[in-house]
């Protein structure tokens, strides 16, 4: 088990080194194939430099060849992929659910998520297109390992969610979410279901509104500015992907 764990971890900074490669390179249109390279330099990396974690520790945070500061964007994404791999190794366990398909399949998702999250902080821009194959994915996990009814109800979480998201675009006529917000609301949707859907877009627009509080308080923010959004709504997503039924069972005890 330990061995598996700690397997699931190293995969986890292998892909997540994978990731901001992804998360660089589609913003800027190159291929995510070429070497990488130092973003102020331009000096390509040896493999020694691209150890993940490892590397930006035992460098100093510092390009070995001009000395300016690598971003934290890599280690902490490196890190973060590795935490969530392992926790849905875990997770997947304890539910006795472990299987290729759906770990394969939730692996595929959290690495999408994590690259959509990062794009928004970085580039205040969602890219839709990975959200779109992940809801296609989606779609099909959900038809090949769900009942009809089950099926059908997420499908059609997904496109109420999405709705939800259209009229709040209209609504405020585009300021604040964009059209990124009704996709990433669809995949949500489809992946969830219903009641996960709702704790999911509950638990996004807390931790938003906590989030904008603290960073107003501290002067980071003004009153009004609008603050990329996925990465809360993805936030919402994981948590109840990983635990929306304890977080239910312990809501509807409350009544
Ligand atoms: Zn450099």
């Given amino acids: 088990m330990i061995l598996y764990l700690l397997l699931s971890f190293i995969l986890g900074t292998a892909v997540g080194s994978f990731l901001n490669v992804v998360i660089d390179r589609t913003t800027r249109r190159e291929s995510i194939l070429g070497r990488s390279y130092c973003d102020h330099c331009r000096a390509t990396l040896s493999t020694f430099d691209l150890i993940p974690i490892v590397s930006f520790a035992v460098l100093g945070a ?14 902490l994404v490196e890190t973060v ?28 998702l959290i690495s999408v998520v994590i690259v959509v999250a990062v794009v928004d902080i970085k580039f205040s821009l969602i890219p839709t297109t990975f959200v779109f194959i ?20 997420h499908t059609a979480a997904a496109f109420l969610s999405a709705l939800f998201f259209l009229i709040i675009v209209v609504a405020t006529r ?21 009641k996960a ?9 807390l931790l938003g509104a906590l989030v904008s509080l603290v ?18 709504l993805i936030s919402g997503l994981l948590i ?16």
């Fill in 81 to 108: 992929t590795a935490i969530l791999f392992l926790l849905t190794f875990l997770i997947l366990v304890s539910e006795n659910n472990l299987s290729l398909a759906t770990l394969a399949y939730y692996l595929f």
């Fill in 174 to 194: 585009g300021r604040g979410m964009g059209e990124g917000d009704i996709i990433l609301g669809f995949l949500i949707g489809m992946v969830l279901g219903i």
């Fill in 134 to 153: 992940a809801s296609f994915i989606s779609l099909f996990y959900n038809f090949f390992s769900f009942s009809p009814s089950l099926f059908a109800q």
């Fill in 62 to 75: 510092k390009c070995r060849y001009c000395k300016k500061p690598i971003s934290w964007q890599y280690p």
């Fill in 215 to 232: 960073l107003i308080l501290f002067g980071y923010k003004k009153f009004g500015q609008t603050i990329p959004f996925a990465p809360f």
């Fill in 240 to 255: 109840s992907l990983y635990w929306a039924k304890p977080i239910l069972d312990w809501y509807l005890m409350l009544y």
């Fill in 197 to 205: 859907t709702l704790l999911s877009l509950f638990l996004a627009f």
